[in-house]
């Protein structure tokens, strides 16, 4: 498309900006659900991704993700579109547009919010317990390392997108110079809930668990914060899941009824089990139920029915629900339950997505290729993700350190990290919270 199409191009704008809104977001919902002398350090986790991968992205990020030289299906050539050399203009000095008829621009712009709350969705594993540098440390190496891989490998015409040299063209084979059998991600179950998600267990089990867990209790210390954090996070999720559809059309506004109806299913199923388990429905679990449906329909959003999107909500609300009390029976400390609402959340979109796509899911008489092409590049993220985050982690605890000391972590990581509290205390107030 040679024309500029302002409408599309208005749509992305507003698309990219909602989508940076939930990294903030994030940042109320997460710092709500920590102690209150954790809660400036929770939230400063956020806000560095936000400047770290907002830096590296127009340098290499989106080169590495999108740019036109593949390398052995995993990422572009970075150097290809440095610093989006060669991206904004045309060679008569307009700027260039895409297939759909929107500035190249404002693609990198959406693209990169996406990696933004990606990394970020990672902190809340790992709460109450972690060195500020060495996070913005792991911030820059994961997004060059996991993230920009991954969205290569899915939506860059890598390994895991339909491409007629990706792993479904080699299971199913090729029609018209593409998988017969297109892998389905439509908004980042692979490349941002099960990639975060497992990223959040492997560092969880390499920094360890906090002082006291399990038998001390870490109770939200701002349930209003996380209820503020969820729906701001649920309004950004319209352009996450809408804006995927990269115009203002029919296809947004499926995904838009879908992300709404999935959710809404999805907090029913959490306090449904919530009530069956423990007697109460509870605010934070409301909250929590509104995540779980928004991570567990982001693969699907284009290819549900507003009935196949109410069952993928309800399930996974009620699966996430009980999900996140794994941490306790297996023993790892995965602080705000990333593991049990993003990765497992993840899973059940990407894979749900296999049964319940209407055009090609075993639901509706589709055969079960598409569910295997779901479950191979679940299997693939996951393990690609694990051993890369085992890498940078690793590293990183051998060279930087990723705890505060004992001490700071007893009277504070807010004080400890970065000299501030959220709240006037008299002094020696945390001494004794565990």
């Known amino acids: 498309m040679d024309a500029l199409d302002t409408g599309a191009t208005a749509w ?208 939200p210390h701002n349930v209003p914060f996380v209820m503020l954090g969820a729906a701001l996070l649920w309004f950004g999720w319209f352009g996450f899941n809408a804006g995927s559809a990269f115009t203002a059309d029919g296809l947004a506004g499926l995904a838009w009824v879908n992300t709404t109806t999935a959710t809404a299913a999805a907090i029913l199923g959490w306090c449904i089990t919530e009530k069956i388990r423990f007697g109460h429905m509870t605010a934070v679990g409301a909250a929590s139920g509104i995540v779980a449906g928004l991570v567990a329909i982001t693969p699907a959003a284009g290819t549900l029915s507003p009935a196949g999107s109410i069952l993928l909500g309800a399930i996974a609300g009620s699966v996430c629900s009980i999900a996140i009390s794994l941490k306790y029976k297996l023993g790892y400390d995965d602080s705000l339950d990333v593991v049990g609402v993003h990765l497992v959340g993840g899973l059940i979109g990407t894979v749900g997505a296999g049964f319940l796509s209407t055009s090609s899911g075993l639901f509706y008489g589709y055969g079960v290729k598409q569910l295997v092409v779901q479950i191979v590049i679940a299997v693939v993220a996951l393990v690609y993700s694990g051993v890369i985050t085992a890498i940078i982690g690793f590293a990183l605890k051998a060279t930087m350190g990723w705890r505060v000391s004992e001490d700071d972590e007893v009277v504070g990581i807010d004080s400890a990290e970065h000299g501030e509290s959220a709240y006037d205390q008299p002094v020696g107030a945390y001494s004794k919270e565990i």
């Open 12 to 219: 992305m704008l507003t698309s990219a900006s909602l989508v940076l809104l939930m990294t903030p977001a994030l940042a109320f919902f997460y710092g709500g659900l920590s102690r209150s002398k954790s809660v400036l350090n929770m939230m400063m986790m956020s806000i560095g991704v936000l400047a770290v991968v907002g830096v590296i992205y127009p340098l290499w990020g989106y080169s590495m993700s999108y740019g036109p030289s593949d390398i052995g299906g995993i990422f572009a050539n970075p150097f290809d579109g440095f610093n989006l050399s060669g991206l904004i203009y045309t060679a008569d000095g307009s700027f260039a547009l895409d297939s759909m008829g929107v500035p190249v621009m404002v693609g990198v712009a959406f693209q990169a919010t996406f990696a933004i709350i990606t990394v970020a969705l990672i902190s809340g594993a790992i709460a109450d317990r972690t060195k500020f540098s060495t996070w913005l440390v792991f911030t820059a190496l994961w997004a060059t390392l996991s993230y920009f891989p991954m969205a290569h490998m899915v939506w860059g015409g890598g390994l895991l997108s339909g491409s007629e040299s990706g792993l479904a063209a080699k299971i199913f084979g090729v029609t018209d110079g593409a998988a017969t059998v297109a892998p389905i991600d439509f908004a980042g179950g692979t490349v941002v809930h099960i990639n975060a998600g497992i990223a959040a267990l492997v560092l969880a089990l390499i920094i360890g668990k906090r002082k006291g867990f399990p038998t001390s209790p870490f109770r």
